[in-house]
T-cell receptor, first 112, second 111 residues
Framework: DAGITQSPRHKVTETGTPVTLRCHQT?????MYWYRQDPGHGLRLIHY???????DKGEVSDGYSVSRSKTEDFLLTLESATSSQTSVYFC???????????FGSGTRLTVV | DQQVKQNSPSLSVQEGRISILNCDYT??????FLWYKKYPAEGPTFLIS?????DKNEDGRFTVFLNKSAKHLSLHIVPSQPGDSAVYFC??????????FGTGTRLQVFP
């Protein structure tokens, strides 16, 4: 177990409200990622981080922001949630050995 | 533009037979390819990978084949088992340390 935890596991929120999802890792990995999974689209990269305060955009970053003030925490914020952001969100860390990622268990977000 | 494509959304295979999952890509800059397996309500887990300089990698029942000229890779599972029933994602790595995933193929292995 790579020690990666996502919270909350489930959330229902109303359109227009801000939402923050948290990813916490215990192994001091430098690279962290946020993906969303949607039917017919697979996993799409939202934002990623390559160190404290170092972040960059992925394929589907509009409407999302991230912050990484500590190595262990990577936060994803939906500034004003919309129904199109209803999805399952996965956090991942890059493994030290090889090129793979280890994923968290996901956060199911429903925007009503 | 989808750089990594899995054109079969689902596949059904009898237990003990071979499962073949396919993946196509468009970007010749990918240097590493990976397969992930995902069960419901869990995160994807790493299965097997292959470098772009290889054409085959094997790990137990799982073998990945890479055809660079066709920009195509495939995952073979032999023999297939009911526990292999899951969604399989193909992924490709860019040198910028980003993984680009395909849309996934749902494999069902029936008795």
């Amino acid at each position: 177990d790579a020690g990666i935890t996502q919270s909350p596991r489930h959330k229902v929120t109303e359109t227009g409200t801000p939402v923050t999802l948290r990813c916490h890792q215990t192994e001091n990995h430098r690279y962290m990622y946020w993906y969303r999974q949607d039917p017919g689209h697979g996993l799409r990269l939202i934002h990623y981080s390559y160190g404290v305060k170092d972040t960059d955009k992925g394929e589907v970053s509009d409407g999302y922001s991230v912050s990484r003030s500590k190595t262990e925490d990577f936060l994803l914020t939906l500034e004003s949630a919309t129904s199109s952001q209803t999805s399952v969100y996965f956090c991942a860390i890059k493994q030290v050995e090889g090129y793979g990622y280890t994923f968290g268990s996901g956060t199911r977000l429903t925007v009503v | 533009d989808q750089q990594v494509k899995q054109n079969s959304p689902s596949l059904s295979v009898q237990e003990g037979r071979i499962s073949i999952l396919n993946c196509d890509y468009t970007n010749s800059m990918f240097d590493y390819f990976l397969w992930y397996k995902k069960y419901p309500a869990e995160g994807p887990t790493f299965l097997i990978s292959i470098s772009s300089i290889k054409d085959k990698n094997e790990d137990g029942r799982f073998t990945v084949f890479l055809n660079k000229s066709a920009k195509h890779l495939s995952l073979h599972i032999v023999p297939s088992q009911p526990g292999d029933s899951a969604v399989y994602f193909c992924a490709a790595r860019l040198s910028t340390d980003k993984l680009i995933f395909g849309t996934g193929t749902r494999l069902q292995v029936f008795p």
